[in-house]
């Protein structure tokens, strides 16, 4: 999927990613917008994470303060590096819908110190392909905007859904690993891993060489023998 519009803004500087030139703070897909989050995103983000529906594959529900801390350490990271986790808005309505990005991996699982694809929507935006639209900008941030040569992307076994999305991104299953921050013996420990490597540029079409035998045989010929 084609990202539409790109906002480039200064440089910044992560400190374990290649030098960023560009700011991404605004992205624009065919129904989607991608962006810096505001104040009034706060209680709809605390709703989506209070959810068990949407929390269903992870250890716990968030309340308000621990939402809005969340929401706080996604800010500034995005401010640090240029990128991160955006939020999601339907482009048509301005209706929020959730986050999508990148994100470090955290230390201890495969693919520590690179960069995860991301995404939490709330359950009014399920089953629209949303996330997989958001997500296919997010990678072409990921390897055309800012350089990385590769991405992951993990969740628990048991999330399927989200697996379906990784897979519809081009991403390959890497390997399976017991999560260090869930509890051993716990349902939602066991995790997946995907993962997925920057596409390799074209090559340039090559001329086709003629030699100027040829090109005075054409000649003599005439149209007839085209």
């Keep these: 999927m084609r990202v539409l519009h790109l906002r480039s803004g200064h440089p910044a500087r992560a400190a374990t990613l290649p030098r960023v030139t560009a700011r991404f703070d605004s992205i624009r897909t065919q129904r ?4 810096r989050w505001r104040d009034s995103d706060r209680g709809p983000f605390a709703a989506m994470n209070a959810d068990p529906k949407v929390m269903r594959y992870f250890p716990e529900t968030l309340d308000r303060a621990a939402s809005d801390a969340y929401l706080d350490r996604i800010e500034i990271l995005l401010q640090h590096q240029g990128f991160g986790l955006w939020a999601l808005e339907h482009a048509a309505t301005g209706r929020f819908l959730g986050f999508t990005g990148l994100n470090p991996m955290p230390p201890g699982v495969p693919g520590a110190g690179g960069m995860e ?3 939490r929507l709330a359950s ?7 996330a997989t639209e958001a997500a296919t900008a997010a990678l072409d941030v990921a390897f055309r905007g800012v350089g990385l040569a590769e991405i992951w992307s993990m969740t628990a076994v048991l999330n399927e859904p989200s697996q379906a999305v990784m897979r519809r991104l081009g991403m390959t299953l890497h390997g399976e690993f017991e999560h260090p921050r869930v509890e051993p013996g716990h349902p939602l420990r066991p995790h997946v891993v995907y ?3 920057r596409p390799a540029a074209p090559a340039p079409a090559e ?3 003629r030699s100027a035998t040829s090109q005075a045989a054409e000649s003599a010929a005439g149209p007839a023998a085209r």
């Design 32 to 35: 989607l917008l991608m962006r």
């Design 117 to 119: 694809v991301g995404w």
């Design 124 to 130: 009014h935006a399920w089953h629209q392909g949303f």
């Design 195 to 197: 993962r997925i490597t």
């Design 207 to 209: 001329p086709a060489a």
